[in-house]
């Protein structure tokens, strides 16, 4: 059984996560998703409001497979994780040319540090490129329209965090 490791910040999911998400699971038998908890990072919703949100995202709202998916909390080296679930494999999503240069970073890092790990990089469908967590929580605060950026549990979370 094939296993891949999801890692991102997931603050919050967004269509653009699940397009590479539904990708994965074209590929893999098992998909890790890591929410990472970053100390030098400033979130929006804490750790386990960031699995929790992508539980119901993934569950709840889009009825994916409960048995394919695991949803964990990580602060440690990605490829720590992949050790510990026998995953062979990182994944990444690309949204821009921009985001290539980081994840090629990234990428030779943790093959440096592990070199039986691959990352593989996917790109989300045409229509969801565009979409960034940071943006979508900018148009949130100024009261615009953000269903076509997240699915239902998502936009009703963020809405009330951002009314705390």
Do not use: W
Request: proline share 2%; glycine share 4%; aromatic share 10%.
């Amino acid at each position: 059984m094939s296993t891949a490791i999801y890692p991102g910040t997931f603050d919050p999911i967004t269509y653009g996560h699940i397009d590479v998400i539904n990708k994965s699971l074209k590929i893999f038998d098992k998909l890790i998703i890591a929410a990472a908890e970053n100390i030098n990072k400033d979130y929006l919703f804490s750790i386990d409001e960031r699995v929790e949100i992508i539980k119901d995202s993934l569950f709840k709202d889009l009825k994916l497979n409960k048995n394919r998916i695991v949803i964990i909390p990580f602060n440690t080296l990605t490829i720590n994780l992949c050790k510990k679930y026998k995953a062979k494999v990182i994944v990444r999503g690309l949204r821009a040319v921009s985001d290539f240069e980081y994840e090629f970073q990234l990428a030779g890092m943790n093959k440096k540090l592990n070199e039986e790990i691959e990352t593989i990089f996917l790109m989300s469908d045409v229509e969801n490129q565009i979409i960034s967590s940071k943006f979508v929580k900018e148009i949130a605060k100024l009261d615009g329209k953000i269903n076509k950026f997240l699915t239902r549990s998502v936009e009703k979370k963020l809405k009330i965090k951002l009314n705390e």
